[in-house]
């Protein structure tokens, strides 16, 4: 069974712009979460989606934003893009709400 | 107090040692339990994952959990230096979130 993906792998930009990132989980896996990954702040829930509804949400701003699709599919959005959000993004899937979650690779996000 | 707290490391320990992991939670509620492995660079691989009190083994793997001390830790024996690497706790709390601890690094020694 393929793993989790998620794209793109890394990106580039600039503070201010706004950037949208997709992951598609394991087949059959109908949850999805998000998590951002920073040196200093470790692993840190954003949110969880499950049957095309937000189940859950960490504590970060409105500027970060996600949606799933009738196929699982999810992507999480950032508008106004600040140096501080240079992070790594990883999603996470699992067959079922609250589930064991299997993580994708990842996206590398550099805001310059 | 952070929900899940683990020592930093770095944990150095010679080859064929047995590493162990800690992991403390404030959630009283919380039901399961998580390991990952997380190489450089890398997405967290899950390691182990544990919802009853006691030990769960998996290979070179045992889980122990205590939940009257809001407990968990990871044994790893006969330490190989492929299992250098961050080890990070995961909890899901009351509400249903996945919160993650700071992460051990484990350094394995030839």
């Known amino acids: 069974k393929a793993g989790v993906t998620q794209t793109p792998r890394y990106l580039i930009k600039t503070r201010g712009q706004q950037v949208t990132l997709s992951c598609s989980p394991i087949s059959g896996h109908r949850s999805v979460s998000w998590y951002q990954q920073t040196p200093g702040q470790g692993l840190q829930f954003l949110f969880e989606?499950?049957?095309?509804?937000?189940?859950n949400k960490g504590n970060f701003p409105g500027r970060f934003s996600g949606r799933q699709f009738s196929n699982s599919r999810s992507e999480m959005n950032v508008s106004t893009l600040e140096l501080g959000d240079s992070a790594l993004y990883l999603c996470?899937?699992?067959?079922?709400?609250?589930?064991?979650?299997?993580f994708g690779p990842g996206t590398r996000l550099l805001v310059l | 107090q952070k929900e899940v707290e683990q020592n930093s490391g770095p944990l150095s320990v010679p080859e064929g040692a047995i590493a162990s992991l800690n992991c403390t939670y404030s959630d009283r509620g919380s039901q399961s339990f998580f390991w990952y492995r997380q190489y450089s660079g890398k997405s967290p691989e899950l390691i182990m994952s544990i919802y009853s009190n006691g030990d769960k083994e998996d290979g070179r793997f045992t889980a122990q959990l205590n939940k009257a001390s809001q407990y968990v830790s990871l044994l790893i024996r006969d330490s190989q230096p492929s299992d250098s690497a961050t080890y990070l706790c995961?909890?899901?709390?009351?509400?249903?979130?996945?919160?993650f601890g700071q992460g051990t690094e484990l350094s394995v020694k030839p």
């Open positions: 996470a899937s699992s067959p079922e709400y609250q589930e064991t979650q299997y």
């Open positions: 995961a909890v899901n709390n009351q509400g249903g979130k996945l919160i």
């Open positions: 989606y499950f049957s095309e509804t937000q189940r």
